[in-house]
């Protein structure tokens, strides 16, 4: 079986996917619509999306699963058929890839398990679920991303590491504080999420969303101070949002994005990709500059 883990240790720099929930809107999906049910329903429009950024340079790409538990699929009626949705995106994505990676996409299950509106078994049960399926459809690895929660990234990555044989990515999300300090919307430091997590068997951390590619330098830098050998993975959104007349834009050109390569390589990361705004082009100058160095 071929690892992600195999090319970091070879001193490979490997390059991720862009945004996939732009794509999906701009490809006509509507608000309040089911982005997994297009795995169903519009599989050829999905595979496009995979493909494009296997075409950029893209060494991995993800599955239009993000949002792939029950518990989030309930909101359409659609809790049923989570295995079917999961399972369907995994095969687009393998089916696009080739013989490049395909990153089974687990997101939060927006419950909070402190205020008691669900227990940590039905949590990870629902990551189990997914999980199986992702694996049953093709995933080289599951990456459970856009965590706020240690608690909650912590029953996702049991959940994969115990019913899956694939390797298991997870990402928190950081924003900067008022104080320069890096937590998540619960409260979580990079350096929280490396004491807790590393130790679960992870085998790729990092983070995701939240910060353009500059922001995330200083995140990779904390990582690396707590842990100098696990590989790091980075999807950076386009620059800082911009709330414009109603829509929210991600104002970093490619080349922008491109322009910190250099320097998130220096400070430790190994795979780069791209979150919330980034496209395909962002993907493909990333990938020029990691050819270069």
């Given at each position: 079986?071929?690892?992600?883990?195999?090319?970091?240790?070879?001193?490979?720099?490997?390059?991720?996917?862009?945004?996939?929930?732009?794509?999906?809107?701009?490809?006509?999906?509507?608000?309040?619509?089911?982005?997994?049910l297009w795995n169903i329903e519009h599989p050829d429009e999905v595979f496009d999306i995979a493909k494009s950024y296997i075409?950029?340079?893209?060494?991995?790409?993800?599955?239009?699963?993000?949002?792939?538990?029950?518990?989030?699929?309930?909101?359409?009626?659609?809790?049923?058929?989570?295995?079917?949705?999961?399972?369907?995106?995994?095969?687009?994505?393998?089916?696009?890839?080739?013989?490049?990676?395909?990153?089974?996409?687990?997101?939060?299950?927006?419950?909070?398990?402190?205020?008691?509106?669900?227990?940590?078994?039905?949590?990870?049960?629902?990551?189990?679920?997914?999980?199986?399926?992702?694996?049953?459809?093709?995933?080289?690895?599951?990456?459970?991303?856009?965590?706020?929660?240690?608690?909650?990234?912590?029953?996702?990555?049991?959940?994969?590491?115990?019913?899956?044989?694939?390797?298991?990515?997870?990402?928190?999300?950081?924003?900067?504080?008022?104080?320069?300090?890096?937590?998540s919307m619960m409260g979580v430091s990079p350096t929280e999420m490396m004491q807790e997590l590393v130790p679960e068997g992870?085998?790729?951390?990092?983070?995701?969303?939240?910060?353009?590619?500059?922001?995330?330098?200083?995140?990779?830098?904390?990582?690396?101070?707590?842990?100098?050998?696990?590989?790091?993975?980075?999807?950076?959104?386009?620059?800082?949002?911009?709330?414009?007349?109603?829509?929210?834009?991600?104002?970093?050109?490619?080349?922008?994005?491109?322009?910190?390569?250099?320097?998130?390589?220096?400070?430790?990361?190994?795979?780069?990709?791209?979150?919330?705004?980034?496209?395909?082009?962002?993907?493909?100058?990333?990938?020029?500059?990691?050819?270069?160095?």
């Open positions: 079986m071929k690892k992600i883990t195999d090319r970091v240790k070879k001193g490979k720099i490997l390059v991720s996917d862009g945004a996939w929930g732009t794509f999906l809107h701009a490809k006509g999906l509507k608000p309040g619509q089911c982005p997994e075409d950029a340079g893209a060494d991995m790409v993800e599955t239009n699963s993000f949002g792939g538990s029950s518990f989030k699929l309930v909101h359409y009626g659609l809790s049923d058929r989570a295995l079917e949705l999961n399972q369907a995106a995994a095969a687009i994505s393998r089916k696009a890839a080739g013989d490049k990676f395909v990153l089974g996409s687990v997101g939060p299950t927006g419950k909070i398990l402190m205020m008691g509106e669900v227990t940590p078994e039905e949590i990870y049960e629902s990551f189990k679920e997914q999980v199986i399926a992702l694996e049953k459809g093709g995933a080289d690895a599951i990456i459970i991303e856009t965590m706020t929660d240690l608690d909650e990234a912590r029953l996702a990555v049991r959940a994969a590491k115990e019913n899956t044989s694939i390797e298991v990515i997870c990402t928190m999300t950081f924003e900067k504080t008022l104080m320069g300090e890096y937590r992870v085998d790729i951390i990092g983070a995701n969303c939240g910060n353009g590619i500059e922001g995330m330098i200083e995140i990779v830098k904390e990582i690396r101070a707590c842990n100098t050998e696990i590989p790091v993975l980075v999807h950076a959104n386009a620059g800082m949002p911009v709330y414009h007349e109603g829509t929210t834009l991600f104002p970093e050109s490619p080349e922008q994005t491109a322009s910190f390569v250099r320097a998130i390589i220096d400070a430790g990361v190994n795979i780069i990709g791209g979150c919330c705004g980034t496209t395909p082009e962002h993907i493909r100058q990333i990938a020029g500059v990691v050819r270069e160095l």
